[in-house]
Nanobody
Framework: QVQLVESGGGLVQAGGSLRLSCAAS????????MGWYRQAPGKQRELVAL???????YYADSVKGRFTLSRDDAKNGMYLQMNSLKPEDTDVYYC??????????????WGQGTQVTVSS
C-alpha cells in the first residue's frame, strides 16, 4: 500500500512563510505527477500547484509568484514553499500523487491534509 504523509502546516501572520512537505511510503516503483490542493469547509477542492515527473510546474493564478513547488525523488516526495501568505490562503492543504507500486499499476493517492491558517 501507499501512504502520503504531509507536514509543515500551522499558524502564521500575513506576509509570513510556511513550507509544506509530502512524502510517500510503500513499495513504490514509480511516481508520476504530484501536486498540492487546498479545500476550505463547504468549498470545492482546488489545485494549487502541480509538478510532473519531468520537473515541469504549474501554479494557480492565485499563488503564482508566491509559492514554489519542487520534487525530492530520493524521498519520494515534494515541497511547497509558501511565501507572502495571505488570509485567503487559509485552508486545509492536501498532497496528491500518481504512484505505481511493485504490485499494481498507477493509482491516485491523497494525503490526510494539513491545516494552514494565516492571520491578519
Amino acid at each position: 500500500q501507499v501512504q502520503l504523509v504531509e507536514s509543515g502546516g500551522g499558524l502564521v501572520q500575513a506576509g509570513g512563510s510556511l513550507r509544506l512537505s509530502c512524502a510517500a511510503s510503500g513499495s513504490i516503483s514509480s511516481i508520476g505527477d504530484m501536486g498540492w490542493y487546498r479545500q476550505a469547509p463547504g468549498k470545492q477542492r482546488e489545485l494549487v500547484a502541480l509538478i510532473t515527473s519531468g520537473g515541469s510546474t504549474y501554479y494557480a493564478d492565485s499563488v503564482k509568484g508566491r509559492f514554489t513547488l519542487s520534487r525530492d525523488d530520493a524521498k519520494n516526495g515534494m515541497y511547497l514553499q509558501m511565501n507572502s501568505l495571505k488570509p485567503e490562503d487559509t485552508d486545509v492543504y492536501y498532497c496528491n500523487a500518481h504512484v505505481r507500486t511493485t504490485r499494481s499499476s498507477y493509482n491516485n493517492y491523497w494525503g490526510q491534509g494539513t491545516q494552514v491558517t494565516v492571520s491578519s
